[in-house]
């Protein structure tokens, strides 16, 4: 390989691994480069390839520090179990294109790396039914307030059986476990006949009203805003019903049993 030359005009460069850290996705991350450095001047410089390499040193920092399987495991794993990526995808319902991402840099969802622990390490997460969360009748009652007060309306009736407050309390959490690895409630969620509901919903009705929601945790602004986004699409009781029949996900789960948060990544409706 040429020498890279300081276009400072000092001269050759010099090939160095550094050590570096940079904040990704809000998580500040260790990571190691190579990059050419000017001994004069201190510049540093990367070719095309090298920035590349750079990319998935942080993806990977960053699925470390959050526990995620890095693209290294994934791989190391597969090639233990003696699969191809063929074969990985179809166990996990998807394109061989994402494993290919997943083992080359592109960064799983927290669904999906669950997922991927369960077929290559042989483990089942304890957050499949509650979301990784405590369950918490205090924070569902703050999570349906949140929604009346956004929706303006009522969800919490009198004689309500949680038909619609279910759904939008269905989507909060699904979407929440999707997107931030947690979900807001702790609840587990049935597949009934009137789309999905709250597991053992008839025992919880009277304690959801009664619930001190203040008790709760404060909902988390990132929590917030994926609320507001449930309401935002789902400005009626009557489209978010609709929506939720529309899913897969509760339509390909038995009636009857739980719906896990690993198939929070296959929601097609938000």
């Known amino acids: ?116 622990r369960m077929h290559l390490q042989g483990q089942t997460p304890i957050d499949t039914y509650t979301g990784d969360r405590e369950f918490s009748v205090g924070r569902i009652k703050r999570v349906v307030s949140t929604f009346e007060r956004i929706l303006g309306k009522r969800l919490l009736k009198k004689t309500d059986k949680l038909l619609f407050a279910a759904k939008y309390l269905w989507y909060a959490d699904m979407v929440s476990y999707r997107d931030l690895g947690k979900s807001m409630t702790g609840a587990t969620y049935a597949a009934l006949p ?26 988390s602004n990132e929590e917030l805003k994926i609320i507001q986004k449930v309401c935002e699409k789902f400005p009626t009781e009557r489209t978010v019903y609709e929506a939720a029949h529309s899913e897969t996900i509760w339509r390909d789960t038995g009636i009857g049993a739980v719906i896990p948060y690993t198939l929070s990544g296959k929601l097609t409706e938000i």
């Open 1 to 116: 390989m040429s020498a890279k030359k300081c276009p400072r005009g000092h001269g050759d460069m010099t090939l160095r691994k550094l050590d570096k850290n940079t904040v990704f996705r809000g998580v500040e991350v260790l990571y190691q480069s190579d990059a050419y450095v000017c001994q004069v001047c201190g510049l540093e410089a990367g070719t095309i390839k090298q920035a590349v390499s750079v990319q998935k040193a942080i993806a990977d920092a960053f699925r470390e520090k959050k526990s995620f399987l890095t693209g290294k495991d994934i791989r190391y794993l597969r090639k233990q179990k003696g699969w191809t990526q063929k074969a990985l995808a179809e166990r996990l319902n998807v394109g061989i294109a994402s494993i290919k991402r997943w083992e080359t840099g592109l960064i799983q969802s927290k669904p999906m790396d669950n997922a991927l």
């Open 194 to 219: 009137y789309g999905p509901q709250l597991n053992n919903y008839r025992d919880l009705i009277d304690e959801i009203k009664a619930a001190d929601q203040h008790s709760a945790i404060a909902l």
